[in-house]
């Protein structure tokens, strides 16, 4: 059984690592020339305009809308607005498969709560009879239960979907398939063990709470078991697929989409920027007179021998 | 039906023959007057150009790639363009868009939310290899298999089983030319993957280390731009003589003795047009000078070398051509201390100073860049100008230019004119931020070798086109005349020839112009009108 528990305990590891690498590599990239696009969810014209509307505009302060930008957000990632918008048909498997997603995660973290708070013996798991122990229980089986359900309906959908819409099958690969039906197995067998052991969650419950104690105990009910693998598996298996896009999402809309901010002089982009001109090119092609910096590269005329 | 021979995204590489022919009769319909029309055959290449030339992937050439004759030759290019994008993905190399291009390489669900958005693909009866995606699969699945560790099963598992070879590269190649950069698919895709920005990156990795780019945009246009001054050849002694011919066709054409200004030291404003509209349509520099004197506005020309052609074509396939071009600017505004520099009416040149060369500038070169259009809605609203909006009544609609627009949010400006000074302006649908591209965005307005100029009046154009006609459909009889207003040279060029492929003047009336010509038609000094009813 200890080798369940280690293997647990690697599992979240590696996801861990996997998820900060890429962060960390997407973040330490260095300053890029501005590619934003309007709508610019921060600027005050809903309709798309820009600071650029005003003449001097350079003179101006440059206003930012957080809500705006904080409720473009929400409406993104809850509400898969972009889908709804461009792509109904989609939307109409992919919006439950993902708010399911998003409660199974919530229900995860809801469950790490519970544990906590029965360590520091505010709550007792599953038995309590406090408001606070009654809230957190009714709530993880709303959002448990409810989460699964949604989940596994979309998938189903979704898998369907892309097998006969000739337009998802020219470009389909095993990845894509093996990610829905991973996840439709993994909710099954977590359907299996609610209806085994594992009512209103108590068995998770409890395996979390062996987690945190190093309490390597055994486990009786088989379905759980496959489910603590399948999980397990699951974390290591997300980082290396396109999945990495729920975390890919923050830097592409708040780092390019929307990243508008001007470079004025002394600021900390300039001092990027000077970083950057002093990087080495190696490109090839004749005109680019390779083997300087960018800023060499870029005061070089390549027509001037031939004047 | 056109004839696809692809049954999956490997057959790219796979397939010897040309993957796809064209069926015009699959693009898509137009309104009245043009509900029966029947497009010409899109013209075919020369035997002599197909045997020199690479045409595998839809029969078009672009770029003119010359076939490799040997083996090795093959083999030389295949490992020049690894190497490249090898380079295309390095910290040093490609610091300039590494981000974005990391992201949209690697977080890409294939929801295929972009495709409906491809006034391209769509134009073209959903055409596979023109769907936003497509080109980018193949580049993404390329990287996976031959840059990225893994082994061969991963590659299956992943869907990165292609076959990187000669046909490989130079069809990808053609093919980041058959995407205008209008990036309509980034903006509804939900994770914020952006195509138009890997297609000018495979044009980047080709310009940059096999020196392939299309030739009106390297060697006819930005070198020839460094070499003498203007990417149409044009040098200072010549345009001075331009500007002169300019200053006496204005007085012929309105009375007014205006000297345009030039190189005059301390002014507020550098103005600096795209060289084209002093070829092509020389009554939008007339028409900006008769704004500015009579706004009593301190701006200046150049007629140095780099100075007065605000073109950048760099911006659409090479980071150091973009740079190089966008510090002759720089370099021109600071000799003649102006405050700030204005854009003409271009947007690409609008996109490649204002905000994409902000991250190249530092220090002194970091000088105000604005657009032209809210400096002239500023001025229509001083009062300084008596104007006639019944001057301007008649039809008029307006086109949005990507890169003004799309990309960088100046929206309001030249509406609030329109709907000012033109009784009868009404918006295209859609319109703003989300308006379709004129077809011609990315250079293919400039592009006119071999056969793409069918390409792109037949194709790339043609749902602007659509735009164009629904917005007119109420008046598209010939005989009441329609203005299409477009702020943008390029875009301008397009509809030029657009417009002419589908004979629009005699057929619905339509002609289009920039907004300066509209403002300066309307105004009560001017007592001829400005606007010469013609298809220029």
Same mark, same amino acid.
């Given at each position: 059984?200890?080798? &369940? ?6 599992? =979240? @590891? %590696?996801? /861990?690592? #996997?998820?900060?690498?890429?962060? !960390? ?22 309709y798309?305009g820009?600071?650029?509307e ?67 013996? &505010? ?6 009879? =406090? @408001? %606070?122990? /009654?809230? #957190?229980?009714?709530?993880?089986? !709303? ?165 | ?372 259009y809210?400096?002239?809605e ?18 008029v609609t307006l086109?949005d230019?990507?890169?003004?627009v799309?990309?960088?949010?100046i929206v309001k400006p030249q509406r609030k004119i329109l709907r000012y000074l033109c009784?009868?302006f009404?918006e295209?649908?859609?319109h703003g ?52 207003c477009?702020p ?27 907004l ?21």
């Amino acid at each position: 059984m200890i080798l &369940l528990y280690l293997f647990t305990y690697f599992s =979240l @590891f %590696v996801f /861990i690592v #996997l998820v900060f690498s890429k962060i !960390i590599k997407y973040s330490s990239a260095p300053v890029h020339v501005r590619w934003e696009l309007y709508p610019v969810a921060h600027e005050k014209n809903k309709y798309g305009g820009s600071y650029y509307e005003e003449p001097k505009w350079w003179k101006n302060e440059i206003k930012k809308s957080h809500i705006a930008e904080f409720w473009a957000m929400f409406e993104e990632i809850i509400f898969l607005k972009g889908v709804y918008i461009h792509n109904r048909k989609l939307w109409y498997f992919s919006f439950p498969f993902h708010l399911g997603l998003y409660l199974i995660v919530a229900t995860f973290f809801l469950i790490v709560i519970s544990v906590l708070f029965d360590l520091a013996s &505010l709550v007792v798991l599953n038995t309590d009879t =406090l @408001f %606070v122990g /009654i809230l #957190l229980n009714n709530v993880i089986n !709303i959002f448990g239960y409810g989460g699964l359900v949604l989940t596994c309906l979309g998938c189903i959908g979704l898998i369907f979907q892309r097998a006969t819409d000739k337009k998802f099958k020219f470009y389909n690969s095993a990845m894509d398939f093996t990610n829905l039906y991973f996840i439709l197995i993994l909710g099954v067998v977590v359907f299996i063990t609610l209806v085994n052991s594992n009512t209103g969650f108590i068995e998770s419950k409890i395996f979390v709470k062996n987690l945190f104690t190093l309490n390597f105990a055994a486990i009786n009910d088989v379905s759980f078991i496959i489910h603590v693998i399948l999980l397990s598996l699951f974390f290591l298996y997300f980082p290396i697929t396109r999945m990495m896009h729920l975390f890919a999402k923050y830097f592409t809309y708040h780092k390019v989409r929307w990243e508008d901010e001007p470079n004025v002089k002394g600021g900390k982009l300039e001092k990027k920027i000077k970083e950057a001109l002093n990087f080495g090119v190696s490109w090839s092609a004749p005109h680019i007179q390779t083997g300087k910096t960018w800023a060499e590269v870029a005061t070089t005329n390549p027509t001037e021998e031939k004047k | 039906m056109s004839d696809n021979k692809m049954k999956s995204v490997k057959d790219f590489s796979k397939i010897q023959e040309q993957i796809t022919e064209l069926d015009p009769s699959e693009f898509i319909k137009l309104p009245p007057p043009y509900d029966d029309w029947v497009d010409p055959p899109m013209k075919e290449l020369t035997e002599d150009q197909k045997n020199r030339l690479e045409h595998s992937l839809d029969g078009f050439s672009g770029i003119a790639i010359p076939k490799p004759e040997t083996e090795e030759e093959k083999q030389e290019l295949v490992a020049k363009f690894l190497s490249g994008l090898k380079k295309l993905l390095s910290k040093e190399d490609n610091w300039i868009l590494l981000q974005p291009l990391l992201l949209s390489m690697e977080n890409c669900v294939k929801c295929q939310s972009c495709s409906d958005e491809c006034p391209v693909y769509i134009a073209s009866g959903k055409e596979e290899i023109y769907r936003p995606i497509f080109r980018g699969e193949i580049l993404r699945r390329i990287i996976n298999k031959y840059l990225k560790p893994g082994g061969k099963f991963y590659h299956k598992f992943s869907g990165s089983d292609i076959d990187l070879n000669w046909e490989t590269v130079a069809r990808l190649a053609e093919l980041s030319y058959r995407c205008t950069l209008c990036r309509r698919c980034a903006q509804a895709c939900p994770i914020g993957v952006d195509n138009g920005l890997i297609s000018r990156e495979i044009r980047k990795l080709m310009s940059q280390e096999l020196g392939l780019a299309a030739e009106e945009l390297h060697k006819s246009g930005s070198m020839k731009q460094l070499a003498t001054g203007s990417s149409t050849g044009t040098n200072p002694t010549a345009m001075l003589d331009i500007v002169e011919f300019i200053e006496e066709d204005l007085k012929d054409m309105t009375g007014l003795d205006i000297k345009m200004p030039l190189d005059k030291e301390d002014a507020d404003i550098l103005l600096i047009h795209n060289f084209g509209e002093f070829l092509s349509w020389p009554e939008n520099i007339m028409a900006f000078a008769i704004i500015f004197e009579k706004a009593g506005i301190n701006w200046t020309m150049s007629s140095q070398m780099g100075g007065y052609d605000s073109v950048n074509y760099g911006l659409w396939y090479d980071d150091a051509q973009l740079a190089r071009v966008a510090l002759e600017h720089i370099r021109i505004a600071k000799e003649l201390n102006v405050n700030r520099i204005v854009m003409g009416e271009c947007g690409h040149a609008h996109k490649a100073l204002m905000p994409v060369a902000d991250r190249i500038l530092i220090d002194e070169n970091i000088i105000p860049r604005e657009s032209a259009y809210p400096i002239l809605e500023e001025i229509v609203f001083s009062g300084k100008i008596k104007f006639d909006p019944n001057k301007n009544d008649f039809p008029v609609t307006l086109h949005d230019p990507c890169n003004a627009v799309r990309a960088m949010g100046i929206v309001k400006p030249q509406r609030k004119i329109l709907r000012y000074l033109c009784p009868q302006f009404r918006e295209m649908v859609p319109h703003g931020v989300h308006n379709y591209c004129c077809g011609g965005g990315s250079g293919f307005a400039i592009m006119q070798g071999k056969n793409f100029p069918d390409w792109r009046n037949g194709l790339s154009f043609r749902m602007k086109f659509k735009q164009i006609l629904d917005a007119f459909q109420d008046k598209i009889e010939p005989s009441t005349y329609k203005y299409v207003c477009s702020p943008c040279s390029n875009c301008k060029g397009t509809f030029r020839d657009g417009l002419t492929y589908y004979n629009a003047f005699d057929k619905a009336g339509i002609i289009y112009g920039g907004l300066v010509e509209l403002i300066v038609n309307a105004m009560v000094d001017i007592e001829k009108p400005f606007i010469e009813w013609e298809l220029k």
